[in-house]
């Protein structure tokens, strides 16, 4: 497909092949169930759009054995939730962060990052032109990096958590 993944006007933000993938992770979210007893967890919030992410983890030494999130807003944020849990699970850490910097990369660059595993986290590439929606997009990662550090909260509107 060479168009242009977006539809300029309208409700129409995404091309109908990336709104079903989103839809469909919207509607029924991957790892949605909470875990028993998890080794770390972390909220994430983005209060420019009212999107929340609660992330659970279970840690096998350097795995992620399981993982799960709860949250509420926009199909954007939670449907890249449900992503980013169904391509973390069974990764290490340190592939994990890998996904996390991948996806910003891709958010702020605007290109595909050919990743193994991102073939549906493809499909927000075309919110990358959307500035506000991108926070939406990338709380799920922030909340994962939040956790993987020993949990806490993150939000969309400060940058600071890191080392
Ligand atoms: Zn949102």
Redesign the pocket.
Known sequence: MTSDPLKASGSGLLDDLYREIILDHYRRPRNHDPLQSPTCSADGA?PL???TIHLEVDLDGRTIGDIAFAGS??S??QASASMMTEYVKGRSVDDARRGAEAFQLMMTSGEPQSLEGFDDIDALLGVAKFPA?V??ASLAWKTLEQALEGGGTASTEKDASHD
């Open positions: 983005n759009c009212g999107d807003g926009c954007i944020s929606r926070k939406c």
